[in-house]
Nanobody, 115 residues
Framework: QVQLVESGGGLVQAGGSLRLSCAAS????????MGWYRQAPGKERELVAA???????YYADSVKGRFTISRDNAKNTVYLQMNSLKPEDTAVYYC?????????WGQGTQVTVSS
């Protein structure tokens, strides 16, 4: 089992920045990739960014150039630096960890961007 605890959400004005953190504990040795998803009211959960254990990254087109995902393997923590935030980035952000045959989720953290 893997436990994920997110932090760093909040309220920010458009153009501002936030950094989300996700600390993993438990059977972290199985994790091959971690990522951030988000879900806005009335919309499906979508993948925002992901990073593999080897450091390869993926970004959704909507956040490229504004968000940066990084990972501290020693701390089993993944970060999402979000810059130039827009009101449409408002959502609950969920951390995700992928292990063979399993996916784990954090509890979610609210990000609200005011215009």
């Amino acid at each position: 089992q893997v436990q994920l605890v997110e932090s760093g959400g909040g309220l920010v004005q458009a153009g501002g920045s936030l950094r989300l953190s996700c600390a993993a504990s438990g059977d972290t040795i199985c994790i091959s990739a971690m990522g951030w998803y988000r879900q806005a009211p009335g919309k499906e959960r979508e993948l925002v960014a992901a990073i593999t254990s080897g450091g390869s990254t993926y970004y959704a087109d909507s956040v490229k150039g504004r968000f940066t995902i990084s990972r501290d393997n020693a701390k089993n923590t993944v970060y999402l630096q979000m810059n130039s935030l827009k009101p449409e980035d408002t959502a609950v952000y969920y951390c995700n960890a992928v292990c063979p045959g399993k996916k784990y989720w954090g509890q979610g953290t609210q990000v609200t961007v005011s215009s």
